[in-house]
């Protein structure tokens, strides 16, 4: 059910992409929103993961540097049937951890100093099985396409408003209800685009819970983690994170600024530690 809410999501950005392109430009514009959202695919689809990364200053580590953490990785890439990711250390004491990457061959998954210090290892294990499930599912790459297309949608809006500013003194019949209309359009179309986002990345969370509990076998330990992370990422919210890549974590990083959890990249905390214990219980 949600790999299909998710195709519908999608399809739904591209469409107002579309319609975005064509209110700007007829069948012209919707061409160039196109090329313009292929050319940011193109770029996120190769580059997306580096970028990511380096903002948040993650150094590489070898199973030399830190064995205990890396053969975990290696032991829960192993039971997913996945090839072993580049792991990082992000040098931040905000608990949170995210997987970027392309596909599984070019993966990458990424934990703060925070979370190590603050989760069992039970728990940890519980925490990279859920971003080894973001790999295994490709929400990476679904979950860039989704943050492009509301990029591309919102730059157009921009645009939008410009052009109805500029345009509306083309004649008194089409100043009134063309500027109007054309506004209204730029202001509606990049919120609708956001909270179509933001669904995406909701309901890639609850699948990711269900698939690393597999994984691990451990839904109990990662539910307990959740509930950790949740109350330590509202005591050490990370300074570093932006909306643009907070749906990457795996509780949301800008917990605490209230006017960020207005509109929330996760599900609620207590829907996805439900659905665990059930899971744990064998109601599920």
């Known amino acids: 059910m949600n790999r299909i809410k998710t195709t519908l999501l999608l399809t739904s950005l591209t469409l107002l992409l579309v319609f975005m392109g064509s209110a700007i430009g007829g069948q012209s514009g919707m061409i160039i929103a196109f090329l313009i959202a292929g050319g940011m695919n193109f770029f996120s689809y190769w580059y997306s993961d580096k970028i990511v990364l380096k903002m948040y200053k993650a150094r590489e580590v070898t199973e030399a540097d830190n064995p205990g953490f890396y053969g975990m990785v290696r032991r ?3 039971q997913a049937g996945l090839p072993m990711p580049k792991v990082y250390i992000i040098p ?3 608990p949170n951890a995210f997987a970027t990457g392309r596909n599984p061959q070019n993966a990458a998954v990424a934990a703060t100093e925070g979370i190590m210090r603050l989760l069992t290892e039970d728990e940890l294990e519980g925490v990279m099985a859920h ?3 973001h790999v295994q599912n490709r929400d990476t790459l679904i979950s860039t396409l989704a943050a492009t297309f509301a990029g591309a949608i919102a730059m157009l809006g921009n645009m939008l408003q410009w052009a109805a500013i500029f345009g509306a003194g083309r004649g008194e ?3 009134g209800g063309g500027m109007l209309g054309s506004l209204a359009v ?3 179309a990049p919120m609708a685009a956001m909270l179509i986002q933001m669904a995406v990345s909701r309901s890639r969370e609850y699948l990711a819970d269900a698939s690393g509990a597999r994984i691990c076998g451990k839904p109990q330990a990662l539910a307990s983690a959740l509930r950790k992370l949740q109350m330590g990422a509202q ?3 990370m300074q570093e994170a932006t909306p643009a890549t907070s749906h990457l974590f795996i509780v ?3 917990t605490g600024r209230s006017l960020a959890n207005l509109f929330s990249t996760h599900p609620p905390m207590d829907d996805r530690v439900a659905k665990l214990e059930a899971m744990a219980s064998g109601r599920n």
């Open 235 to 237: 005591a050490v919210p």
């Open 186 to 188: 730029a202001i509606i």
């Open 252 to 254: 949301n990083p800008l």
């Open 92 to 94: 931040s004491e905000a």
């Open 76 to 78: 829960l890439s192993q």
């Open 131 to 133: 971003e080894l499930a």
């Open 173 to 175: 019949d089409e100043e």
